[in-house]
């Protein structure tokens, strides 16, 4: 009994040592604030207002905090979004990646694609190895987005702009949409806005 | 950093932690810890460096990633033989908390054996009965950059503690019997596109480990850690700051590259050297030579993977074998079987030291590895040369055509060949035995800058939808190169080899099935349904006088084989 009990005190104490309690550089209100400005756009519940506008509700951490800094840095470019990072910094990205990462993932029920269009996207999806980067079930990991229930208008239009260059933050993927023919970029939007989001992979 | 981990930090820790255990995230992970049974300590014995150095005759335990210091990844038991191997079973299955790609080697110290899953996670099992002593989750940092799957391929034991290398570019240390934190440092930045997969090795109280990233336009690297400490005690750039080499318009068995030799120079002259963003990941472990006081590793391709217009020169020391000084990390030698790389061809799978025979027929300590070109190369271990080239695992077709910007369609694909799969050895036969990928692609290039750190493939490479895709499992004798026997499988084949004294060669596939194959004719003597793909390398082991082998089946996310979340452990009745 004393002893299962000691090695319980010893495991916590390896928990809290391994995630520090410590509370970040921005307070907790600061990011609460700046939450508040991309709810205007991205949503008070998660649903973003336009069907261009992308989920961050639930998306990966690394990603999120990528795309701020690149916003930021201009490698990524967008009116609206560089309007509203102008005033932020590298600790707010991180502070607002780790938040928006920690809600849930809207579920948009968006309708699966024709059979036809299905298969296109398959067929690209196995040829060019979506899933060695984006991961099963489309969940990404790290600082590669997951896809899975995203807008598909948005996702149309993000792999349009990848593959014409007018989004240049990641030469890896506009050489994959590259790849790919145009006609096959409308299924695979379909696609992947149509499926389910795993809630994490562990 | 290093972060030391003392009695005094936890004591202040656990201070913290009850001030703070209002918070619902921790007040979580203390209930959930709450209840969780105690269990046992893991009882390891204490690994010293004479059974490391031992460990090719050792039929208890595996503990090296590839069997032993050669890597010949031939395990010396013959209880399981071509005679008995029918009647194979499992012992137990152990399903792990992460159902992701398995690459992980298990590693069985005494009666303990450590695994490793995707995401970072570590078992200690009870070898024997398969019953779970503890488990570490990494806490993955928010940042991590990797291109082929969220892979872990094992751990490295010394002392009393066992080693492992994470996404987020960490190297580890954990007690061997409590899996608590020991150490952790951060090997570089994983926002400039480093992370780590590959098991690190141990030896002479060093932890040695290379780095992913050929994707993202890194400066690869080698390098030794201090066991106890944490601290580094060498680096090897495995580009160096004249990477240019020899204008070598020939690969290393004498195929044409097709190179615009006077374009790479005017490039140069302009850009000077590429050295910076050459990339050169080191992903599988070293061989080392205690005797020579060497190790040998093999470096992957350079940054980016496709275009070679703004990297010109041969762009050392990518896709070559390389030999450093084990106390210094100095250069020894090196052999560059891809010079310019363009088609992802990079070396990985990891080199193997045993005798060959030379030119003359005379016998003489060599280096074994098997390229994503589908060549078995022989190379002499004192200066690194070239003895011989084996023929083909698999058809060549239009070897060597540039990648355009349409795309140019190639056999062997850009997995190879042979992909990161580790072969084994058997030195009675004089066979090394390599697991093949038939799977032709399409290669097409683009320019463009570097991006600090992003995805940076100067093009993609793409599987042709409609066209055949297989495996094979090769057995090429090293001393002559020829091919003694193949047996075709029906995906292409990713994961590694074990070969036995009791004549068998083990290893597993796409669809489940883990084969057991006669070492001498390719006889598949015994086969096992494993419900998701074998796409890791087996290891072997004794307790009790009873042999087992034992091997994850958990698929793989690079070419998207099922996945699973199985040890399984096999034995004799």
């Known amino acids: 009994m004393m002893s299962a009990m000691r090695s319980a005190q010893i495991a916590i104490a390896g928990i809290v040592a391994a995630f520090p309690l410590v509370p970040t550089a921005v307070s907790a209100a600061s990011v609460e604030e700046n939450a508040q400005t991309c709810a205007g756009c991205h949503g008070e519940n998660g649903v973003p207002q336009a069907k261009t506008t992308p989920i961050i509700w639930g998306q990966n951490e690394g990603y999120l905090y990528i795309q701020l800094r690149d916003f930021k840095s201009g490698a990524r470019k967008s009116d609206q979004m560089s309007a509203v990072v102008a005033s932020l910094e590298k600790a707010d990205f991180k502070a607002l990646a780790a938040h928006f990462a920690g809600l849930k993932w809207p579920i948009l029920g968006q309708p699966s694609p024709p059979k036809d269009a299905a298969k296109a996207a398959l067929t690209v999806i196995g040829s060019v190895g979506c899933t060695s980067c984006h991961l099963d079930q489309f969940q990404g990991d790290g600082t590669t987005a997951r896809l899975a229930g995203q807008q598909s208008e948005y996702l149309f239009n993000t792999m349009t702009a990848f593959r014409d260059g007018s989004r240049a933050n990641n030469p890896g993927m506009s050489d994959l949409m590259k790849a790919v023919q145009p006609s096959d970029i409308k299924p695979l939007a379909e696609y992947l806005a149509s499926l389910q989001v795993v809630g994490g992979q562990q | 950093m290093v972060r030391m981990k003392s009695s005094h930090a936890r004591a202040a820790a656990l201070t913290a932690l009850l001030a703070f255990s209002a918070l619902p995230a921790s007040a979580q992970e203390i209930e959930h810890h709450k209840t969780e049974k105690a269990k046992p300590a893991a009882p390891a014995p204490t690994v010293t460096q004479e059974m490391l150095t031992n460990a090719g005759s050792d039929a208890k335990q595996f503990l090296h990633t590839n069997a032993n210091y050669e890597q010949t990844r ?346 990161w799969s580790p072969m084994a050895v058997n030195q009675r036969l004089n066979l090394t035995y390599a697991v093949n990928l038939h799977q032709p692609m399409t290669y097409q290039v683009q320019t463009s800058p570097y991006p600090e750190g992003k995805l940076w493939l100067g093009g993609a490479f793409k599987v042709i939808p409609g066209e055949e895709q297989f495996g094979n499992v090769s057995a090429v004798n090293y001393n002559t190169g020829k091919i003694k026997w193949q047996v075709q499988t029906p995906q292409p084949m990713m994961g590694g080899v074990l070969a036995t004294a009791g004549d068998l060669v083990f290893t597993g596939e796409a669809n489940g099935w883990f084969r057991a194959y006669d070492a001498e004719s390719g006889k598949i003597l015994w086969s096992f349904q494993s419900g998701a793909g074998v796409n890791a390398p087996p290891s072997a082991y004794a307790i009790d006088g009873k042999e087992y082998v034992v091997v994850g089946a958990g698929g793989n996310t690079q070419i998207d084989f099922k996945r699973g979340n199985n040890i399984i452990a096999f034995t004799l009745d």
């Open chain 2, 74 to 419: 031939f395990y010396p038991g013959k209880q399981i033989n071509a005679s008995n191997v029918s009647k194979l079973r499992p012992a137990w299955i152990f399903q792990m908390d992460v159902r992701e790609s398995l690459e992980t080697s298990p590693i069985i110290v005494g009666e303990v054996m450590y695994v490793t899953t995707s995401f970072d996670h570590v078992y200690a099992l009870n070898a024997k009965t398969g019953e779970e002593y503890w488990h570490y989750k990494h806490k993955m940092g928010p940042i991590t950059t990797y291109c082929c799957g969220p892979n872990n391929r094992g751990v490295a034991v010394l002392g009393d503690k066992v080693y492992f290398a994470t996404l987020d570019a960490k190297l580890v240390a954990l007690d061997a019997k409590t899996g608590s934190l020991v150490w952790e440092t951060e090997i570089a930045d994983p926002e400039l596109g480093y992370s780590e997969t590959m098991a690190p090795s141990a030896v002479n109280g060093k932890i040695l480990i290379g780095t992913n990233g050929g994707e993202y336009g890194i400066r690869g690297f080698f390098r030794a850690y201090d066991a106890n400490t944490g601290k580094l005690v060498w680096n090897f750039d495995t580009v160096p700051e004249d990477s240019v080499g020899v204008w070598a318009t020939k690969d290393a068995s004498g195929h044409d590259m097709h190179r615009d030799i006077a374009a790479e120079k005017a490039q140069l002259a302009k850009t000077g050297d590429p050295y910076k963003t050459l990339g050169g990941g080191v992903w599988q472990n070293p061989a080392v030579d205690l005797k020579l006081n060497r190790i040998y590793f093999v470096v992957g391709n350079p940054s980016p993977d496709l275009d070679g217009s703004k990297r010109p020169g041969d762009n050392l020391y990518t896709d070559s074998l390389v030999a450093l000084d084990l106390d210094t990390g100095k250069y020894v030698c090196h052999f560059q079987y891809i010079p310019h790389d363009v088609w992802d061809l990079d070396s990985v799978s990891p080199p193997i030291l045993i005798d060959v025979k030379d030119k003359d027929g005379k016998t003489v300590p060599g280096v074994v590895h098997a390229g994503k070109t589908g060549y078995v190369y022989v190379n002499k271990r004192d200066d690194c040369g070239i003895i011989r080239i084996s023929d083909v695992m698999v058809a060549q077709e239009n070897f060597w055509t540039l990648p355009t910007p349409k795309g140019a369609r190639m056999l062997p694909g850009a997995n190879g060949g042979v992909e």
